[in-house]
C-alpha cells in the first residue's frame, strides 16, 4: 500500500480536476491538509470523488481557514472514521475511542483544540504476514505559533500534547499508528535551510517536543546508546519515544530536503524551506512493513509538497462508509428534496378552465370568465368598467410603448450599452433658438391651432426641420464658437498637467543592487510598529543561503517620503 500527505494550502489546488490529482499518486490513503473549506462552502464534486470516499474535519470558527480531509480508495475503505483528538465531535458508532488521560486541560480547552478542523482519523486492518491487524492513521494539520499572539503558541503546544496522548494511548491498545501531516515544525538542523539564523533552534518548544515524540533522536544518539538500547529504553518509558521519523530512516543523512518554502520571496527556486511535513509511525511498523519514504518537491500547486510513504502489506476494504464518510451527509444523499419540487407550474389556461368547471356555468366565454375572475370592485357592486376612448388610447399606447421597451432590451446585448452617450442634434444656442420659434409663430397667424390639430409624428418632423434650417443659417457661427472653446482648452491643458505631474508622481526608480547590478524590488513593510507602510527596496533575486551567488544579495535602502 501507497500512503500520501500533502498540505495543499487550499482546495483550489486541484485545477486540473480533484480526481485527476488523487490518480496521479497512485495510493491508497491521501491526506491533505489546509483545505480552507468549511462545510456549506464543499460543493458534490470535492466531496464525492469517483472511485474514493472522504472524511473532512472543517474549522468552525473562521471561514476559509484550517481543515483536514482524508481521501481513500474504495479498495481501501476504512471501518472507522472520527473528526478531531478530543472525541466531543465524534458521533456514536464512528467513535475510533483510546483518548487518553486529559485531565489537564479543561473542556473548554478541548473543544477549541478541535474547533479549528485540524485532525481526521480513520481505522483501517491491514493484511501481512502476521494476519490482519489494525492499522489508525492520524491526519493532523498542527497549529503555528504566531510570535506576535502569545496565546497561541500555548495553544499549539496543548495541540502536541493531546497529539502525543491520543496517538500512544492507541498504540497501546494494539492498533499500529501512523501519524502524519503539517507538524509545523522542523526537527533537526539539517531540516532548516538555516538553522544558524534561528535564535535558539535547541530551545524551540516544538523540537523538544519532537525529540520527546520521536524515538532515536540525536539527543538520544549523544549518548552513546545502540538501536536495540534506544528501543528497549523507548519501550519502557512512560511517554514519548514510540514513533519514528520514517523519513529519516531511509534517509538518515539527506540533507536540502525540504517540503515546505515561502512563496513571498520565492525561496523554492532556490531551495531554501524547512521540512516541516512528516509521516510518523510507530517503531515496529516502520522497520517490519516499510518500503520507501520519500518527498515530491516537483509537484507544484502549493507552498508545500507531497511526502509518501510504500508499504509491503495491504488493507482490507470495509463493506460499507463510516458514518463521517461525506456520501452519507444529507446534501450530497439524494434524498434531500429541493423546495422548488413542491411548486408546479400551471399554466393561465389550464388553471381558467379549472376554476371553470368548479365555480362556473359551462355556458359562459372564455371573456366572461376572465371578467369574474379578475372583477373591479367599485363600492357594494362588483363589475367590470367599460373603457372610455380616452382609456383606450391610454391602454393602447402603454401596449406600444412596452412592445417597445422590450424589444429595446432584447436589442441590447450586455450592460455597456446603457452607458452609451445619446446622440442628440447640435444646436447653437437656446437663444437663437427661441428666437426662431417666436418669428415663425408670429409669421404665421393659424399656426398655434394647426399645431394642436397635426398628430404627434407631424410636430416632430417640422420641429427637426425647423432645427435643421437653423443649423444650415448658424453653422459658420458654431463653428467659430467651438474653435475658440478648443482654443481655451488647450491654454489650460498646459498648466494643468504640469501641475498634477508634479503632486502625483509616480513610483521612484529602482535602484540596482551592488551585488548583481540589477534592478530592484520595491516593498512595503506589513509588520506592525514604528516602520509599518514603509517603503523599501531590496534585491529581486529569490531568498536563498548566503553562499548561493544566485540567490538574493544582501541590498538594502529606505525610500524617502519626499520622493
Known amino acids: 500500500m501507497k500512503i500520501v500527505t500533502w498540505n495543499i494550502n487550499g482546495i483550489r489546488t486541484f485545477k486540473n480536476g480533484i480526481k485527476t490529482t488523487l490518480d496521479s499518486f497512485d495510493a491508497e490513503i491521501i491526506c491533505v491538509q489546509e483545505t480552507k473549506v468549511t462545510r456549506d462552502l464543499l460543493d458534490e464534486k470535492t466531496a464525492i470523488v469517483d472511485g474514493y470516499n472522504s472524511y473532512f474535519s472543517f474549522s468552525r470558527g473562521r471561514s476559509g481557514y484550517s481543515g483536514v480531509a482524508t481521501y481513500c480508495k474504495d479498495s481501501a475503505t476504512p471501518f472507522l472514521a472520527e473528526e478531531g483528538l478530543t472525541g466531543l465531535l465524534a458521533n456514536q458508532g464512528e467513535a475510533v475511542g483510546c483518548y487518553g488521560d486529559q485531565v489537564e486541560l479543561s473542556s473548554e480547552e478541548l473543544l477549541a483544540l478541535d474547533n479549528e478542523g485540524r485532525a481526521v482519523i480513520t481505522q483501517h486492518y491491514l493484511i501481512g504476514t502476521d494476519g490482519p491487524q489494525k492499522l489508525t492513521v492520524i491526519n493532523v494539520y498542527c497549529p503555528r505559533a504566531d510570535p506576535d499572539k502569545p496565546e497561541r503558541k500555548q495553544y499549539k503546544l496543548q495541540f502536541y500534547r493531546l497529539l502525543q496522548c491520543r496517538a500512544e494511548t492507541i498504540l497501546s491498545s494494539g492498533s499500529h499508528v501512523i501519524v502524519l501531516g503539517d507538524v509545523n515544525t522542523s526537527h533537526q538542523p539539517i531540516d532548516h535551510c538555516d538553522p544558524d539564523d534561528v535564535d535558539n533552534f535547541e530551545d524551540n518548544p516544538g523540537r523538544k517536543w519532537l525529540n520527546h515524540f520521536l524515538f532515536g533522536t540525536a539527543e538520544n544518539t549523544k549518548n552513546g546508546n545502540t538501536e536495540d538500547e534506544l528501543k528497549e529504553i523507548s519501550q519502557k518509558s512512560a511517554s514519548g519515544g514510540k514513533f519514528a521519523d520514517s523519513f529519516r530512516h531511509f534517509h538518515p543523512k539527506r540533507s536540502n530536503a525540504f517540503t515546505c518554502w515561502s512563496t513571498l520571496t520565492g525561496a523554492r527556486q532556490t531551495n531554501y524551506g524547512t521540512r516541516i511535513d512528516y509521516i510518523f509511525a510507530n517503531c515496529c511498523l516502520v522497520k517490519s512493513a516499510f518500503i520507501g519514504v520519500d518527498i515530491m518537491p516537483e509537484v507544484e500547486g502549493s507552498d508545500h509538497c507531497p511526502v509518501w510513504a510504500q508499504l509491503s502489506c495491504t488493507l482490507q476494504s470495509s463493506p460499507k462508509f463510516p458514518p463521517l464518510c461525506t456520501r452519507h451527509m444529507p446534501e450530497f444523499t439524494g434524498r434531500q428534496q429541493k423546495l422548488s419540487r413542491f411548486f408546479v407550474k400551471v399554466s393561465e389556461k389550464d388553471r381558467v378552465s379549472k376554476d371553470s368547471e368548479e365555480s362556473l356555468p359551462g355556458s359562459q ?3 366572461e370568465i376572465l371578467e369574474n375572475l379578475n372583477p373591479v370592485v367599485q363600492g ?5 368598467k367599460r373603457p372610455t376612448c380616452r382609456e383606450k388610447d391610454t391602454n393602447a399606447h402603454k401596449a406600444k410603448r412596452s412592445k417597445q421597451m422590450k424589444t429595446e432590451s432584447n436589442a441590447k446585448g450586455s450592460l455597456l450599452a446603457f452607458f452609451k452617450p445619446k446622440q442628440t442634434p447640435l444646436i447653437p444656442s437656446s437663444g437663437n433658438l427661441s428666437l426662431k420659434l417666436t ?12 399645431t394642436r390639430s397635426c398628430p404627434g409624428d407631424v410636430q416632430t418632423e417640422t420641429s427637426l426641420s425647423m432645427v435643421t434650417e437653423m443649423e444650415t443659417e448658424n453653422q459658420d457661427e458654431v463653428e467659430g ?7 481655451s482648452k488647450d491654454c489650460k491643458k498646459g498648466p494643468c498637467a504640469g501641475f498634477w505631474k508634479a503632486v502625483l508622481h509616480g513610483p521612484p526608480q529602482p535602484p540596482l543592487c551592488k551585488s548583481h547590478n540589477e534592478p530592484c524590488v520595491l516593498r512595503t513593510v506589513k509588520k506592525a510598529g514604528p516602520n509599518l507602510g514603509r517603503q523599501f527596496f531590496v534585491c529581486a533575486r529569490p531568498q536563498g543561503h548566503a553562499s548561493n551567488p544566485q540567490a538574493r544579495c544582501n541590498f538594502f535602502a529606505w525610500v524617502d517620503k519626499g520622493k
Not at 418669428?439 to 394647426?450: A, I, K, W
Not at 464658437?481 to 482654443?487: G, P, R, V
Open 365 to 367: 366565454d372564455t371573456g
Open 380 to 384: 357594494n357592486s362588483v363589475a367590470k
Open 439 to 450: 418669428e415663425s409663430s408670429q409669421d404665421s397667424p393659424g399656426s398655434e391651432s394647426d
Open 481 to 487: 464658437e467651438l474653435t475658440s472653446i478648443d482654443k
